[in-house]
């Protein structure tokens, strides 16, 4: 959801040619980085524990991983 958020943003600084609206894009995908490592990910681990981390082991923090099994 958060990496969708930044591309639109980033997507429509382009189309627009603003800068504002780039730098917007910055701003949230930096307050949604610092959300995610600070808040998100060690409410979770601490809510799921060892399921978490191995779920965190299995896929990418912000874009997915091709997995051993796909291919």
Known sequence: ????AVLALAGAAVFY???TLACYALAFFSVSYL???FYEE???RRTFGDE???YCNRVGRWLPRRSAATG
Do not use: I
């Not at 959801?1 to 969708?4: A, E, F, N, Q």
């Open 35 to 37: 959300f995610v490592v």
């Open 17 to 19: 040619v603003s800068l």
């Open 1 to 4: 959801m958060y990496v969708g």
């Open 42 to 44: 060690p409410t979770l």
């Open 52 to 54: 978490y981390a191995a």
